[in-house]
């Protein structure tokens, strides 16, 4: 929370770094930060400011983050691989300690609203094609060119991106940034201070009409409904969040990802490689396509969150390779001898052909195009994955 270590409280008109970002609206937040909306005075422009928390841990999980940010921007001098760019980052204090914050580029919705928009539909696997390949030019950098994994992707760390640019002409946007906390009456020339209610009146009007052409997906639900026709507009989206990423080199937490993306080989405790973000890739490719996670494991009487996730993965995928099953420090808490689940006995077999046609009513060839898509990449033994320069030669999906 808002406390010593924790949050920075920022208000719209707040300026930051000796007063050239001026905060105009939250626009997300995560475990490590809150994300804002700011002004760049200097530049004229819109950017996107991260403040981290202030405890040292998470100072410091900025600080890695500004490193690989650093060489993913130094690789791509013309912004064209689909991974959000740094403009700038520096120490902001405030009553709750420092905070690193870092600037990026201003981005639109995340994929977690868009699939909410699409009241938990699916988003059409016209679009699902083209967030794939979107996605996989970045994986396919990342992985391929800088040695990063990410070990994060999910639907709320794609970000999406219009082609139109407003944040470099505000005057096109029909937005004037806020500036001041208080303005000068031209006509009694007394100083007037905005309330809190109309400084944040002001900035959500502000970032609905900003996001509007930015995003044509809108940056509001309202928008949203009304504008149910996505027709034409061509989905283009970023891969953010690099507080947990790390060099393919040096590993360092054993467990990552979250739960429902996470790759079999990260929960039996066998180690993990750019694979992983495939794994997630996939889990995240069958939610745009039908709006429901693939894996939602529960705990249930007599078993763990893992074990549920290790049965509903083989309900889907078939039974995991015994070589695979024992490969991990955690396997034995986990499989007997013959490659069983020790607690989960019974599975129900539902293949995902089935489970899109039966489930989520895809018409037969539909199924069949996106199953065959994902199976390769839902491979339990990692080393068998395409990767993400494989999969963009798919012709799926072209
Ligand atoms: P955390 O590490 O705390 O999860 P993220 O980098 O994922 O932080 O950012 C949290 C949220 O803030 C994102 O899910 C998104 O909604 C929003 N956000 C982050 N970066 C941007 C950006 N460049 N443009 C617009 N919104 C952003
Ligand atoms: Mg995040």
Not at 120 to 144: A, F, M, Q, T, W
Not at 235 to 246: H, P, Q
Not at 374 to 384: C, G, V
Request: hydrophobic share 40%; net charge positive.
């Amino acid at each position: 929370g808002y406390r010593k270590g924790g949050y920075h409280a920022a208000r719209p008109g707040d300026r930051f770094a000796g007063g050239r970002f001026v905060a105009q609206r939250k626009l997300g937040w995560g475990n490590f930060s809150t994300v804002w909306l700011a002004y760049d005075t200097l530049l004229n422009r819109f950017v996107a400011l991260k403040i981290q928390k202030s405890a040292r841990d998470y100072a410091q999980a900025a600080l890695h983050e500004i490193e690989l940010l650093s060489a993913i921007a130094k690789g791509d001098p013309t912004n064209s691989k689909n991974v959000v760019r740094l403009l700038d980052h520096f120490k902001h204090a405030g009553p709750n300690g420092q905070h690193v914050c870092l600037v990026t580029e201003f981005l639109g919705d995340s994929l977690l609203r868009l699939i909410r928009y699409n009241r938990n539909k699916g988003i059409g696997l016209s679009r699902v094609k083209e967030i794939c390949r979107s996605v996989l030019v970045g994986l396919d950098y990342l992985h391929r060119e800088l040695g990063i994994i990410h070990t994060d992707l999910k639907p709320e760390n794609v970000l999406l991106v219009s082609t139109i640019n407003p944040s470099k002409d505000p005057v096109r946007s029909g937005f004037t940034p806020i500036l001041e906390r208080t303005v000068t009456n031209q006509y009694s020339g007394s100083v007037i201070s905005f309330s809190e209610k109309m400084l944040k009146m002001r900035a959500r009007r502000a970032v609905a009409k900003i996001s509007q052409r930015r995003v044509s997906l809108g940056g509001v639900a309202a928008e949203m409904e009304k504008d149910r026709s996505l027709d034409g507009v061509n989905l283009k989206c970023k891969i953010v969040d690099f507080g947990n990423a790390c060099w393919g080199s040096q590993q360092l937490a054993g467990e990552i990802q979250t739960r429902q993306y996470r790759a079999p080989e990260v929960i039996i405790g066998a180690g993990y490689s750019y694979s992983a973000d495939m794994w997630s890739f996939a889990c995240m490719a069958f939610e745009l396509a039908t709006g429901e996670v693939l894996f939602a494991p529960k705990t249930c009487q007599g078993c763990s969150e893992d074990e549920d996730h290790l049965a509903l993965m083989m309900e889907t995928l078939g039974k995991m390779p015994k070589k695979i099953a024992s490969s991990g420090t955690r396997s034995k808490d986990y499989f007997d001898r013959h490659g069983d689940l020790k607690r989960i006995r019974r599975l129900k077999f539902w293949p995902l052909e089935r489970l899109l046609v039966q489930r989520y009513n895809f018409t037969e060839p539909d199924a069949q195009g996106l199953a065959d898509f994902l199976r390769p990449i839902l491979d339990f033994t990692p080393e068998n994955r395409p990767t993400a320069a494989d999969c963009l030669k798919n012709p799926w999906l072209n």
